[in-house]
């Protein structure tokens, strides 16, 4: 399985940018999917996650009431809406799925998309 990030660019403050994840040729619909992101000298910190079923969705405090994580009906694609950007949230975007199946964790994470929001 292979996990491919798009969308990352950059943005002014108070921008939007949608970043996408997907697994050519592969549903992520059995998957949990998290989206992290890593800032220059920062660790790596989880910034949403969402179940298999896309019934249970998890946000950081820092990004609450700005982003939202959403699956598409297909099961392709795990979308990361980020809405009124701000500076702190510049960092290389990861998406990371995971499942686990007869007690081994699967665990897969994708190259990494760079946001920058500047002015």
């Known amino acids: 399985l292979q996990v491919v990030e798009s969308g990352g660019g950059l943005v002014q403050p108070g921008g939007s940018l949608r970043l996408s994840c997907a697994a050519p040729g592969f549903s992520l619909d059995y998957y949990g999917v998290g989206w992290f992101r890593q800032a220059p000298g920062k660790e790596r910190e989880r910034v949403s996650c969402?179940?298999?079923?896309?019934?249970?969705?998890r946000y950081a405090d820092s990004v609450k009431g700005r982003f939202t994580i959403s699956r598409d009906s297909a099961g392709t694609t795990v979308y990361l809406q980020m809405n009124s950007l701000k500076p702190e949230d510049t960092a290389v975007y990861y998406c990371?799925?995971?499942?686990?199946?007869?007690?081994?964790?699967?665990?897969?994470w994708g190259q990494g998309t760079q946001v920058t929001v500047s002015s």
């Open positions: 990371n799925a995971n499942r686990v199946v007869l007690a081994v964790k699967y665990d897969y």
């Open positions: 969402i179940s298999s079923s896309g019934g249970s969705n």
